[in-house]
């Protein structure tokens, strides 16, 4: 294992990447940095780099091609008739949610040759971003200088609830204040959403995914990761009028390129001792529990075919998140990293400290922001596993919200627990009432093993933990919970949340009845959470904002919100242990690949790929990589060119993008993305997918 | 997952059990329990249930035909030419040292057709049990009562240290004093000792572990777990008075069979607070770092084909340790053990507090108990991880003993850290100046996984934490520890041990440096661990041990402490589910489970049991369950009938005997072991062994 670029190379750049940052007038060393707002696109920077100036039409037609899987991903429209593309390991929750024992869409792909083959997603919901507005204001008003954290929290937690009411009152769009700056500024934006989502086309998991975990994150790759869903309204395609049309050339080397997408979240912004925090609490708890269920799962896939199959999707994500986490904390391990970041930081202080004014306004916001830290540490393991961490047992999610929405639902929605808010309801539902399947299988293993770690964590003998198990061992409970559990009926859920409170009170569920006994040890950890963690880090990150524009200007770039924002940068390699990295690979790289690994396990090709290499160009360009800043939740972007044409489909980083969570080092930082002549030519030649090109050449605006 | 028994059919046998335990009078409900001393073996309940009387010739033959491996297992003695028969799994370790990327033998196997063929292995010694002496008293002279825990354990261990160097000075045998009961008796045992060992045969390791982690701890089973050794003395084969004849029959269902062997530890006497410790920190914390280990060995080993062969035997022993550790923390877990332990020892706990004497002399003991392991708890990561924990690397464990040994030579073997005594400088040396190759790829590997593992666990800025990385990310703190270390060098580590204190004060290996930098922290927390966790520990399990006796008489078997112990009972199946589990199978159903689970992964088969299939006779038993008391270091033991006579080869338990750890319920506990006769034909047919089938056949005492 290697760090994600050596010691000695890395300080260099990033130096000159803090001095940028710090002091704006500097040139940038390396521009490609920054995952820019749509709204406020660095248009000096673009012009001055890349002599490139984008028309507001340009921008326009980038944001409204632009797709949001809310399930976590990033997608584009390409057609005039509603087809979006995106990865395929950003559709594959839908591909199992869709899949049998007797037909595995994961492992054989899926076509459908006619509208009427398409599949309608079971709780698929895509958003396309129409409008911003800065509502910094309005979120602050009710929170008054005199109010403690907790109640400031509360009244602009409230306040954010009024506007979104408000806004999807007035516009029938689907409204989200997005808190920016960990608490500078706040934005309203609205979403068209589509709830009818259909599956078009998607290649079978071993080319999708070709080198599994091990060739995840590395480079030169050889992935055909990507998928087909169209979007309908009012049971038609829908008639987009914005969309990107596909190149025939692809991207060229240093050719410059932009993404546009919406990367889920980065931490580059945080303080020191907040980055301390992550290195040795967040980090660790996080991977350990990683390692735990990667390790627990894979047991559970090799008892049997059926198990792999139902635990595919999940074990994939596992092991996904497991090494983007591993690479991010051997950053923050380093103790270069750690030192680049504390010059800026105390550059940044001192320059406040100068300053009476800044020094008796903002002066005490970092030790604000390690006092958080603390109180984070001592409950983030209550919090972690109380009142998140049910997200991977499907029945013990529904249970939890079905117990959570009773409740909320008889407050007023400003003061609803912010997911129960009135413009969020709908998702909540759309996950509750999916008919996805639920397997008894892996619900006995995946609760078991939730039980187990919390009986870990906490010792048998804790009161909580003595609630979960009621007396028997975690597998035994597991078990309980789970057979006759009547949660797997879409309509049980529906008649427990429609018989209200009286209905919830009396359920005999077993697993309703247990997250009702921990439901208010949960909540409380939240509250805690909420006032004393959360509350006091956006007070204090509002001043360090504050501080940071008063002394550099406002062309920073907020971090990562999972909203939609746009990067650039060259399509190049980079320099890794003295050998230069290609920019490109190409078909033939990936029947080498194959030949070399003996196309055993994680290298092995479908049948289709293996009778297609005598009639495949070879040297059709694959995957490519570019200097562009993005992060988990990009998955499934676009890339496009100064033409504004789709290039490529942003699938991966390479290693050392990994700690960009925290910091962009331009130096070896790079986005993987599949080559729109590789997903032509395959659609081409190895599926005969004649009506999809067609579709998508025909695609003119 | 299921837990190893139900909850519902567990309670009555244990409940009987421990009935049977407290009030010996009572007839016992299943007389398999119990690891017997081999000087106090339970002839009284042989003769009563089985109506067996072994003679002391009987009980001579089997213990100086039993062998122990210092690597962690057992073995016997199978022919009058120093041929040992042990388990695959054992010599593994072997196997991979004698491999070379060329020779793979745990890939390959291997067969030494005549004797100028056997590999010597480069660090393996093998002891037999000579004699065994009860020197309770001498250990326990110099511990006055008016002494502290620490002062009565330091006592102890210098007179333990006395009698050994006494004993060896004496006999000239191997001596070691083993401390039984938690402290209750202490025992000299001594051993004739060989350390020229030489590889005979192994199979290949597809069939050695066919179904590798899927089916490990499972049952049925197919595993030809089997390899031999020769011991030499003085260069030629060693002449080997007694050994065990094979039998020709094997054994038949129900029949009563006995395993001499060396089960490594139990905990069956713990308090109830001890065992919450280990429900709650001691298994926790082990698995998490097993599942570390696990996920980063399997991410290193997939990278390459050659990573994959040196990766192989660590990956296998940390995959069998996580999987029986899950075991025994699910039954920790199982509400149900822990009342029942609980019921065990209120009654004791109540009858000593009914006795004056004995509740004036006894009645703190469990309080004692229950304070040492909150201490434990509270140091018990820098006590694994500063002073254990080194032992994944080689270099590392190299480094650690250097600078221990050269300074523990300049003290009294009585005064020294114990495995430094000098009855133990042998030993420590074997391991020391062993020319196992070492293989950078997996060093660096090991080492960044170590040093991370520190920094997670303490966080970055722990001082300790600092001495271990020098300023640097643990990769490339491990890059620099492991490139360019001379300590590879069998020659270059004696030069260093030779050269004394001041060669070590002067070396600049820097992982010399790193181990003097954090040796007075591994020597402070082992210090506070001896002086008031054991110490305290040993007093009071002392009391506990007499407290026992007096109630019960003496007729309570110790926990393991990996010497020779006699267990015994039928062969037979256990019920599973409502179903059933036959005892035997055979190579018929080797074949079966091969083509079900399609031949793939864990699954497949070596070519030479592919071809043999046509000539096998496929009815022949292969494996087979009894009802004896084993557990970890058991391994590799011989199964014998009344008459002595090899009928099998433990290798492993079921799942549910992987609670023996802490509890045995014969109702479901069964070992599984290599029926004598699948082996002999697997010999014969398979690999065509004519030599070593003649030399096992013609072993006539």
């Not at 008054?144 to 109640?151: R, Y």
Request: charge should be negative; aromatic fraction near 8%; include cysteine.
């Amino acid at each position: 294992m290697r760090t994600p670029s050596t010691a000695a190379a890395r300080p260099l750049a990033v130096l000159a990447l803090i001095a940028c940052t710090l002091f704006g007038t500097l040139a940038p060393a390396h521009a490609d940095e920054g995952m820019w707002l749509i709204n406020r696109p660095p248009l000096a920077g673009l012009k001055e780099q890349y002599k490139f100036e984008p028309t507001p039409q340009w921008l326009e037609t980038m944001q409204k091609s632009s797709v949001r899987f809310a399930t976590g991903g990033s997608g584009s429209l390409v057609s005039s008739q509603g087809l979006v593309l995106t990865n395929h390991h950003v559709g594959a929750d839908m591909l199992a949610k869709l899949s049998t024992p007797k037909r595995d869409l994961l492992r054989e792909g899926f076509r459908a040759a006619t509208l009427q083959d398409e599949l309608r997603c079971p709780d698929l919901a895509l958003d396309i971003l129409w409008t911003i507005e800065d509502v910094t204001t309005r979120v602050n008003a009710g929170a008054t200088p005199d109010m403690d954290p907790a109640a400031a929290g509360a009244a602009r937690r409230s306040a954010i609830a009024a506007i979104e009411t408000a806004s999807e009152k007035a516009t029938g769009l689907k409204s989200e204040v997005v808190t920016l700056y960990q608490g500078g500024q706040y934005h309203l934006y609205t979403y068209r959403r589509f709830d009818d989502v259909r599956l078009v086309f998607a290649p079978e998991q071993e080319i999708a995914f070709f080198g599994g975990d091990t060739d995840n994150f590395e480079y030169p790759r050889f992935n055909l990761d990507c998928c087909f869903f169209r979007i309908y309204e009012n049971g038609a395609p829908l008639k987009s009028e914005h969309h990107l049309r596909w190149s025939a050339d692809g991207a060229a080397a240093d050719e410059l390129v932009f993404v546009f997408g919406h990367p889920g979240r980065t931490r580059r912004l945080y303080t020191l001792d907040h980055l301390r925090f992550m290195r040795d609490v967040e980090m660790p708890k996080l991977l350990a529990k990683a390692w735990r269920d990667e390790v627990k799962l894979t047991g559970f896939a090799a008892r049997n075919e059926e198990n792999a199959r139902i635990a595919s999707d999940d074990l994939h994500g596992i092991q996904n998140g497991r090494k983007a986490r591993t690479w991010l904390l051997a950053g923050l391990q380093d103790p270069v990293l750690l030192d680049m970041k504390k010059s800026r930081e105390d550059a940044l202080r001192d320059a406040v400290a100068r300053d009476e004014t800044m020094r008796a306004g903002y002066g005490s916001a970092w030790d604000r922001v390690a006092q958080a830290q603390q109180t984070y540490a001592a409950i983030f393991d209550r919090y972690q596993q109380l009142e998140n961490g049910w997200r991977r047992s499907s029945l013990a999610r529904h249970a939890r919200t079905i117990v959570r929405l009773v409740d909320e639902r008889e407050k007023p929605s400003g003061e609803r627990l912010r997911e129960y808010a009135d413009s969020r309801l709908d998702t909540v539902e759309r996950a509750l009432f999916s008919p996805e399947p639920i397997y008894d299988a892996l619900e006995i293993e995946t609760l078991t093993n939730e039980l187990a770690f919390r009986a870990e964590t906490f010792g048998g003998d804790d009161p909580v933990v003595t609630l979960l198990l009621d007396g028997k061992s975690p597998a035994a409970r597991a078990d309980e919970l789970v057979g006759g559990c009547t949660l797997r009926s879409v309509d049980a859920r529906k008649k427990l949340v429609e018989g209200g409170r009286s209905a919830l009170e009396s359920s005999p569920e077993p697993l309703i009845r247990m997250m009702l006994s921990i439901d208010n040890a949960a909540r409380a950890v939240r509250t805690q959470y909420e006032d004393e963690v959360e509350s006091v880090e956006r007070l204090a990150y509002a001043d360090i904002a504050a501080a940071t524009f008063a002394i550099e200007g406002d062309t920073v770039y907020p971090d990562a919100t999972f909203t939609l924002r746009m990067t650039f940068g060259p399509v190049e390699g980079w320099k890794e242990g003295g050998a230069m990295i290609a920019p490109f690979t190409t078909f033939a790289g990936l029947y080498q690949r194959h030949a070399d690994r003996k196309g055993l396990g994680e290298f092995s090709l479908p049948k289709r790929w293996l009778d297609a290499k005598s009639t495949l160009p070879l040297d059709t360009p694959f995957n490519f990589v570019c200097s562009v800043d993005i992060i988990g939740g990009n998955s499934g972007s676009p890339v496009v060119n100064r033409k504004g044409e789709l290039v490529g489909l942003i699938f991966d980083g390479n290693l050392p993008s990994l700690v960009g969570d925290v910091i962009y080092d331009g130096s070896v930082n790079r986005a993987v993305a599949v080559d729109s002549r590789g997903i032509l030519t395959a659609l081409d030649v190895v599926y005969g997918a004649k009506e999809l090109v067609r579709e998508i050449q025909g695609s003119k605006k």
